[in-house]
């Protein structure tokens, strides 16, 4: 069965600082992966997905993430962050079915 | 031109009371879903349609029937609603199975449901 690991619950940076929001996950195939985005009171976004192309994968507002199968890894990156990036954060792993399973989200705080 | 909607967006009921939310999506996609999002921010699919047939159910209460009038909408109706199933109720959409997986789901604003 695919499981995915969000491995903090939060993190907190100072603006202009990197972010790296860490995720592993456990498929018994090649997985198809994302992560998605949840701003307060808001719905989910896609930032990225990865579907066994390129495994560094590149998404909106700067953020980008790399799929280190030997890792398990699917860490979320972004080099400098911004106030506006403050939300929830998921990693999420896709079925054979399409079904996608959630982690247990990364709230990310972004401090002036 | 909102692709997935949603409403209502907030709705407050009594214990044992029937509800329905309503998803309407304008992105010509085969495949649309039922998520729950629980008080911890936990999400999980809960039904999926496929141009109108039912593929994934997850063991979820018979008190909860989704129905697909057509590709383009799919209600979530909640029988005898419980204080359990206050929660935000995400309606999401892809373009179908025929993509494989990877597929991207788009979701929709969400319905925040509490049960009093």
């Known amino acids: 069965a695919q499981s995915v690991t969000q491995l903090d619950s939060h993190v907190s940076v100072s603006e202009g600082t990197p972010v790296l929001l860490r995720c592993n996950y456990s498929s018994s195939y090649s997985p198809s992966l994302f992560w998605y985005v949840q701003h307060p009171n808001k719905g989910l976004q896609l930032l990225l997905k990865y579907t066994s192309a390129a495994t560094l994968v590149k998404g909106i507002n700067g953020f980008e993430a790399e799929f280190k199968k030997s890792e398990t890894s699917f860490h979320l990156t972004k080099p400098s962050a911004h106030m506006s990036d403050a939300a929830e954060y998921f990693c999420v792993v896709s079925d054979r079915t399409d079904k996608l399973i959630f982690g247990t989200g990364t709230r990310l705080q972004v401090f002036p | 031109d909102t692709a997935v909607s949603q409403t209502p967006k907030y709705l407050v009921t009594q214990m044992g009371n029937d509800k329905s939310i309503k998803c309407e999506q304008n992105l010509g996609h085969d495949t649309m879903y039922w998520y729950k999002q629980d008080s911890k921010k936990f999400l999980k699919i809960m039904f999926s349609y496929n141009n109108k047939e039912l593929i994934i159910n997850e063991t979820v209460p018979n008190r909860f029937s989704p129905k697909s009038p057509d590709k383009a909408h799919l209600n979530l109706h909640i029988n005898s609603l419980e204080l359990g199933d206050s929660a935000v109720y995400f309606c999401?959409?892809?373009?179908?199975?025929?993509?494989?997986?990877?597929?991207?789901?788009?979701f929709g604003p969400g319905t925040r449901l509490l049960v009093l």
């Open positions: 999401a959409s892809s373009a179908g199975l025929a993509g494989g997986p990877g597929e991207t789901q788009y």
